[in-house]
């Protein structure tokens, strides 16, 4: 079985900085790309920034220039550096990413896919 925890949501100031960690266990071949998505109530989730496994990142419009994504390949992991907070970006927040795993079937080695969601951490910016 294969998770995703988060840690280090809370509150924090308008301009203010929060940084996310979530660390992936489990059967773990290799992980392809990790993001952090983060969703309000009565609104769709959306993404906030993603990295692939050689390290190019995409950034929401919303984020560019605030947020920082980055990954330690060698520990599974994901970090999201968050500067400059909005009340805006008041949110949960929620890890996410294509893990690649090795299963056993037939007599064969097959390599599988699976997109997985942490549980979600509250980040809440407000003076």
């Known amino acids: 079985q294969v998770q995703l925890v988060e840690s280090g949501g809370g509150l924090a100031q308008p301009g203010g900085s929060l940084r996310l960690s979530c660390a992936a266990s489990?059967?773990?071949?290799?992980?392809?790309?990790m993001g952090w998505y983060r969703q309000v109530p009565g609104k769709q989730r959306e993404l906030v920034a993603n990295?692939?496994?050689?390290?190019?990142?995409s950034y929401a419009d919303f984020v560019k220039g605030r947020f920082f994504i980055s990954r330690d390949n060698a520990k599974n992991t994901v970090t999201l550096q968050m500067n400059k907070l909005k009340p805006d970006d008041t949110a949960v927040y929620y890890c996410?990413?294509?893990?690649?795993?090795?299963?056993?079937?037939?007599?064969?080695?097959?390599?599988?896919?699976?997109?997985?969601w942490g549980q979600g951490t509250q980040v809440t910016v407000s003076s």
């Open positions: 990295i692939t496994s050689d390290g190019s990142t």
């Open positions: 996410n990413a294509d893990i690649v795993s090795t299963e056993y079937l037939s007599g064969a080695y097959y390599y599988i896919v699976n997109n997985k």
């Open positions: 489990g059967s773990i071949f290799s992980i392809n790309v």
